[in-house]
């Protein structure tokens, strides 16, 4: 099964400032997951990218797949305190659609400072 | 309403006990998900059922359980709960469309338990 490498693990961001969290995958990618968990909640889907090149954005977070790199990277611009939380990514264990589970990265914490 | 729902939300039990975790969900999907989480090591799948009749374990399914009572309803157990099952566990949906279908899974709220 895939496993899912994030970074980093945590950042400390300036309100206002951008940032970006990565998720890198030990076999190809063929869609990938987006999900922010507040601490100790539920996980809410942001967005998810099924093909090489594909972006989607959603409000101030926007999300690429590189298929070649193995990689999707998740940008959020002029960050706000809603912004605060665990970012995780999360690929299908066997089949690209997860119809089988999903694996997850360990996930990315984010604070914003005021 | 939420559409996926847990019970308890939280949870203290001793070890050697059983335990049950419950989900509900009003989504009308038929795959259901059991994850945990513990600290550091992110989310981890448990089993997972596609209907009824079909559950398949997952990466960590010792010491664990499930039964698949109806369609909108999927409950974890604990035969004999040990501390190190102690973590936050979370339910999940998904919709079937096609095998290979690309289909985000709902996640409820979670259960908190900690085995004394």
């Known amino acids: 099964s895939q496993e899912l490498e994030q970074s980093p693990q945590s950042l400390i961001v300036q309100e206002g400032k951008n940032l970006t969290i990565n998720c890198t995958s030990s076999k190809t990618l063929y869609g990938l997951y987006w999900y922010k968990q507040k601490y100790g909640e539920g996980l809410i889907f942001l967005m998810m990218l099924q093909k090489g090149g594909e972006e989607k954005s959603h409000e101030k977070i926007t999300a690429k797949l590189d298929e070649k790199k193995q990689q999707s990277s998740l940008h959020i611009t002029a960050s706000q305190p809603s912004h605060a939380g665990i970012y995780l990514c999360?690929?299908?264990?066997?089949?690209?659609?997860?119809?089988?589970?999903?694996?997850f990265g360990k996930g990315t914490h984010l604070i914003i400072q005021p | 309403d939420a559409d996926v729902t847990q019970t308890p939300r939280n949870r203290i039990t001793k070890t050697g006990k059983r335990i049950m975790l419950e989900c509900s969900q009003t989504?009308?999907?038929?795959?259901m998900y059991w994850y945990r989480q513990d600290p550091g090591l992110g989310l981890r799948l448990i089993y997972y059922s596609f209907d009824v009749k079909d559950i398949n374990k997952g990466e960590i399914s010792d010491g664990y359980s499930v039964s698949r009572q109806a369609q909108a309803k999927f409950s974890l157990s604990l035969e004999s709960a040990i501390p190190n099952q102690t973590a936050l566990y979370f339910c999940?949906?998904?919709?079937?469309?096609?095998?290979?279908?690309?289909?985000?899974?709902?996640f409820g709220p979670g259960t908190r338990l900690t085995v004394l």
């Open positions: 999940a949906t998904s919709d079937f469309k096609t095998a290979t279908s690309y289909n985000e899974q709902f």
């Open positions: 999360g690929a299908g264990r066997y089949s690209g659609g997860g119809a089988d589970g999903l694996t």
């Open positions: 989504k009308g999907h038929d795959r």
